[in-house]
């Protein structure tokens, strides 16, 4: 049985910092490609980074160099720091498991950015 679990979450402050983690089971955590999504209120559900198994990483423009994308393999985790945090990062983010397109997604956590 698959489970991502994502965490770390909550209320952060406009350009303060906050780490999500994302702790994966039931996979081969160090063969999947690793991504982070995000839904904002009334809005589409859109792409944030990914992270794949080489350690390559790719960026969504509304993201690049605010935010960054990291996988421990020996912990089965994947993080994303977000710095310079924005109101409009306020979003649920969800964490992927991708491994030849198939996808497995996490229950999502709150992020809200806000003074």
């Known amino acids: 049985q698959v489970q991502l679990v994502e965490s770390g979450g909550g209320l952060g402050q406009p350009g303060g910092s906050l780490r999500l983690s994302c702790a994966a089971s039931g996979i081969a955590f160090s063969i999947n490609a690793m991504g982070w999504y995000r839904q904002a209120p009334g809005k589409q559900r859109e792409w944030v980074a990914t992270i794949f198994s080489g350690g390559t990483r790719t960026y969504a423009d509304s993201v690049k160099g605010r935010f960054t994308i990291s996988r421990d393999n020996a912990k089965n985790t994947v993080y994303l720091q977000m710095n310079s945090l924005k109101p409009e990062d306020t979003a649920v983010y969800y964490c992927?498991?991708?491994?030849?397109?198939?996808?497995?997604w996490g229950q999502g956590t709150q992020v809200t950015v806000s003074s």
């Open positions: 992927t498991a991708n491994r030849h397109s198939v996808v497995h």
